[in-house]
């Protein structure tokens, strides 16, 4: 049974930075996965993905401020948020698409002086 779990949110200042991490268990060999992020009122919005090779693709909102990035040994994924503004203020949300969506239970980043 595939299960993910993320870490890494917390309370934050404007400009500061933050690592969120996903880790998967069970049997998903080196899959592409990604991170949603969702702020209240709003839907689930796509942030950043990386392909099993790597490749990275990031939404305009956070393009060159996020990277993403991922440690096949330990099956886990990471993104690293930097120049953190408050309408970064969600929850933040690992996805997997493995034959069915696989969500974590999301982790809560807060952008607030």
Same mark, same amino acid.
């Given at each position: $049974? &595939? $299960? %993910?779990?993320?870490?890494? *949110?917390?309370? #934050? +200042?404007?400009? *500061?930075?933050?690592? %969120? ?21 709003? $839907?689930?919005?796509? &942030?950043?993905? =990386? !392909?099993? *090779? ?7 909102? &956070?393009?060159?401020? /996020? ?5 096949? !040994?330990?099956? !886990? =994924?990471? %993104? +690293? ?9 969600? #929850?933040? /949300?690992?996805? %997997? *698409? ?6 974590? +239970?999301?982790? $809560? &980043?807060? #952008?607030?002086?």
């Amino acid at each position: $049974q &595939v $299960q %993910l779990a993320e870490s890494g *949110g917390g309370l #934050v +200042q404007p400009g *500061g930075s933050l690592r %969120l991490s996903c880790a998967a268990s069970g049997s998903i060999g080196i899959s592409a996965m990604a991170w949603y992020r969702q702020a209240p009122g709003n $839907q689930r919005e796509y &942030v950043a993905s =990386i !392909t099993a *090779g790597g490749r990275t693709n990031y939404a305009d909102s &956070v393009k060159g401020r /996020f990277t993403i990035s991922r440690d096949n !040994t330990k099956n !886990t =994924i990471y %993104l +690293q948020m930097n120049s953190l503004k408050p309408e970064d203020t969600a #929850v933040y /949300f690992c996805y %997997l *698409g493995l034959g069915k969506d696989y969500w974590g +239970q999301g982790t $809560q &980043v807060t #952008v607030s002086s």
